[in-house]
């Protein structure tokens, strides 16, 4: 049974920073490709939009909605995955989410959609104003 728990969002002024977290629990079998965990958000009223992940291997993916001051990371030993914003600004507002599944290189590589991800966590909310 896989299962990701986000943590770290909360309120904060703009310029400031925040470091959000994903436990994950659990082993996803390896399908079609390597092991991606990623970082989404999404905001009251839009769609749900992929930021940045990254394989097994430690390689990272850029999605469209990349934006310039987040960082992605992770603790192997922990089974932890970390996103770093700095210099957040109000349209960071939203829920932040992780999510995981075994899918091609090529898809992890640019934060494939939602539909390629089959494990979610339950989002933390990030505010900023």
């Given at each position: 049974?896989?299962?990701?728990?986000e943590?770290?969002?909360?309120s904060?002024?703009?310029?400031?920073?925040l470091?959000?977290?994903?436990?994950?629990?659990?082993?996803?079998?390896?399908?079609?490709?390597r092991?991606?965990?990623?970082?989404?958000?999404?905001?009251?009223?839009?769609?749900?939009?992929?930021?940045?992940?990254i394989?097994?291997a430690?390689?990272?993916?850029?999605g469209e909605?990349?934006?310039?001051?987040?960082?992605?990371?992770?603790d192997v030993?922990?089974?932890?995955?970390?996103?770093?914003?700095n210099?957040?600004?109000?349209?960071?507002?939203?829920t932040?989410?992780?999510?995981?599944?075994?899918?091609?290189?090529?898809?992890?590589?640019?934060?494939?959609?939602t539909?390629?991800f089959?494990?979610?966590?339950?989002?933390?909310?990030?505010?900023?104003?």
């Amino acid at each position: 049974h896989v299962q990701l728990v986000e943590s770290g969002g909360g309120s904060v002024q703009a310029g400031g920073s925040l470091r959000l977290s994903c436990q994950v629990s659990g082993t996803i079998k390896n399908r079609d490709g390597r092991n991606c965990t990623a970082w989404f958000r999404q905001a009251p009223g839009k769609e749900r939009e992929g930021l940045v992940a990254i394989d097994n291997a430690g390689n990272p993916g850029y999605g469209e909605f990349m934006k310039g001051h987040t960082k992605i990371s992770r603790d192997v030993a922990k089974n932890t995955l970390y996103l770093e914003m700095n210099n957040l600004k109000p349209e960071d507002t939203a829920t932040y989410y992780c999510a995981a599944d075994a899918i091609p290189r090529a898809a992890c590589a640019k934060v494939a959609g939602t539909g390629y991800f089959k494990y979610w966590g339950q989002g933390t909310q990030v505010t900023v104003s």
